[in-house]
């Protein structure tokens, strides 16, 4: 079993930052693909960043240019630098990962991001 438990979400303006963090444990050594989903009501969750199996990142269209993942394998914690925030945004922001032998997957509870215009 893998926990994962998110923080860093809050109310910030357009065009601010804030910084996500997920820090896992349990069975870390299960541990693979690694990243970052959010979701607004109504619509499907979606990927935002992530680390891949093989360890490179991949982003949404979305986001590039304006977050960051990064990772802290001595902390079992994996982070999300938001910049230059914008009103569409506003999600819940799920920390994911994947069992790398049954390829169960795991989710936090979310953590709440509010941009305003």
């Known amino acids: 079993q893998v926990q994962l438990v998110e923080s860093g979400g809050g109310l910030v303006q357009a065009g601010g930052s804030l910084r996500l963090s997920c820090a896992a444990s349990?069975?870390?050594?299960?541990?693979?693909?690694m990243g970052w989903y959010r979701q607004v009501p109504e619509k499907q969750r979606e990927l935002v960043a992530v680390?891949?199996?093989?360890?490179?990142?991949n982003y949404a269209d979305s986001v590039k240019g304006r977050f960051t993942i990064s990772r802290d394998n001595a902390k079992n914690t994996v982070y999300l630098q938001m910049n230059s925030l914008k009103p569409e945004d506003t999600a819940v922001y799920y920390c994911?990962?994947?069992?790398?032998?049954?390829?169960?997957?795991?989710w936090g509870k979310g953590t709440l991001v509010t941009v305003s215009s």
């Open positions: 680390f891949t199996r093989s360890g490179s990142t």
């Open positions: 349990g069975s870390i050594f299960s541990i693979n693909a």
């Open positions: 994911h990962c994947q069992n790398r032998y049954s390829g169960m997957d795991y």
